[in-house]
């Protein structure tokens, strides 16, 4: 139940970029490193799946550049670096949602013919860096299973003992939360559950739950997590901590009627 004095939010709006900003800076503020925003992006009641894959990428494209105005200022732009899964989604921003940005964009895998094949020479993520980046902001990185272990090889090369920033956007962490991928199958995936998640802060997130018990799992930083549950076009709080609760505990326990 609620904490009492705690502020309870009645609806939730369009993606509120200037909560999620103001959600960052004081993270940063508490010198948090590591961040995740999670968004849906396929309308405001929407969960992950309901949009086409290229859609909803485009979507998130779109969300990031509307945060970017907001959090980046002028004179830090160019030493703002936005990684892409790939180098033709770099391409596509470029001559889209981020044309005549002075943001850095970058790529985290480039996919290669001879590479597949054990041909030539794996180009770190990291040597890509430029002493003068501040920030990083990595772009929906779960297309791919080998995105999120190029973005913590970045972490642990170019963030780790340094006073640099950086944000996953829309990465669709719950996966590797709930052990979507077999940890059999993909052990390095797994195993960021216990490498790079706990290290990890949830700045501003909305995960929806469809059905006939349906609800909202919320979290603005720096204030504790809630669900909420959805009464006609309003939300009621039903349940708080301070820590993230499963997905799988907030659809079959805490949004079940009593």
């Known amino acids: 139940m609620p904490f009492p004095g705690a502020k309870i939010p009645t609806a939730i709006p369009t993606f509120p970029s200037h909560k999620a900003k103001e959600a960052t800076e004081l993270a940063m503020k508490d010198n948090i490193q590591l961040m995740e925003i999670e968004f849906p992006t396929s309308g405001l009641q929407s969960v992950p799946g309901d949009g086409e ?132 199958f993909y052990p390095k995936l797994a195993a960021l559950t216990k490498t790079l998640l706990p290290k990890m802060e949830t700045v501003y997130y909305i995960h929806n739950f469809k059905g006939r018990n349906g609800g909202t799992l919320f979290r603005c930083y720096p204030g504790p997590w809630q669900v909420l549950r959805r009464t006609g076009n309003k939300y009621i709080c039903v349940h708080q901590r301070e820590t993230m609760p499963s997905l799988k505990e907030v659809a079959l326990d805490i949004l079940q009627p009593a």
């Open 53 to 184: 894959g290229g859609i909803e990428m485009t979507e998130s494209m779109q969300l990031i550049r509307e945060f970017c105005d907001r959090l980046v200022a002028p004179e830090k732009a160019t030493r703002t670096r936005i990684f892409f899964p790939e180098a033709s989604e770099v391409k596509f921003a470029r001559t889209s949602v981020f044309e005549g940005v002075s943001l850095k964009l970058d790529y985290l895998t480039k996919p290669s013919f001879f590479e597949d094949f054990g041909f030539g020479t794996k180009v770190k993520t990291a040597d890509r860096v430029r002493p003068e980046d501040e920030l990083f902001l990595v772009a929906y990185p779960y297309f791919n299973v080998n995105e999120m272990l190029v973005v913590e090889e970045l972490y642990k090369e170019a963030v780790t003992n340094t006073s640099r920033k950086l944000i996953i956007f829309n990465g669709e962490l719950d996966r590797i939360r709930s052990g979507y991928y077999p940890s059999f």
